[in-house]
């Protein structure tokens, strides 16, 4: 069950969910400041090749994503 969390907890893992259900992972931390995360997120479930954690080619795949630490998300740690 997802529970709100701040972005600022974050980490290596978490489950980020979207309002239908569908969950994204963060696979890495891309950056970090002291106000903003900068995170990469993959579905290996999703019919969308570019978001993969590894795309076929063997390149990275996943989406970017930026969060204020104080933004409240519904995540699974």
């Known amino acids: 069950m997802a529970t709100i969390i701040e972005a600022n907890d974050i980490k290596v893992g978490t489950q980020l969910a979207e309002n239908?259900?569908?969950l994204w992972v963060v696979d890495e931390i891309v950056k970090e400041t002291p106000k903003t995360i900068t995170v990469r997120i993959?579905?290996?479930y999703s019919s969308f090749e570019n978001h993969w954690k590894i795309k076929r080619d063997g390149t990275k795949g996943g989406l970017i994503k930026s969060f204020?630490?104080?933004t409240q998300l519904y995540g699974i740690i």
């Open 20 to 22: 239908d259900g569908f």
């Open 42 to 44: 993959c579905s290996d």
């Open 68 to 70: 204020r630490k104080t």
